[in-house]
């Protein structure tokens, strides 16, 4: 079942800056590395950003970087994904996932424990 849940996404203009929230379990979020990835229309889903266990380390794909930031609250059991300066290009179903260890979130296929329902985001011009 999914234990992973999405909120924030919306309409908002180019340029503008939306934040992203995902809301899990406390059992398994204090257990698991977490990240976003976004599937656009006709297109395949894809890695977006990721943070370790215990908020150590981070990664992102090369077209979000100095532009979004992934954040944990371990406290809250909740990480967020705030998107600044968004672009077109960034429109897309977003969607929270957990993981064991952040190389799972990076690697090819990416290898989740958990995924969530999905948010929409879409970018005007």
């Known amino acids: 079942q999914e234990q992973l849940v999405e909120s924030g996404g919306g309409l908002v203009q180019a340029g503008g800056s939306l934040r992203l929230s995902c809301a899990a379990s406390?059992?398994?979020?204090?257990?698991?590395?977490m990240g976003w990835f976004r599937q656009a229309p006709g297109k395949e889903r894809e890695f977006v950003a990721a943070v370790s266990r215990y908020g150590r380390s981070t990664d992102y794909v090369d077209s979000v970087k100095g532009r979004f930031t992934i954040s944990r609250d371990n406290a809250r059991n909740t990480v967020f994904l705030q998107m600044n300066s968004l672009k077109v290009e960034d429109t897309a179903v977003y969607y929270c996932?957990?993981?064991?260890?952040?190389?799972?979130?990076?690697?090819?296929?990416?290898?989740?424990?958990?995924w969530g329902q999905g948010t929409q985001v879409t970018v005007s011009s």
């Open positions: 406390g059992s398994i979020f204090s257990s698991n590395a």
């Open positions: 996932a957990a993981a064991g260890w952040i190389q799972y979130l990076t690697s090819t296929p990416p290898r989740m424990n958990y």
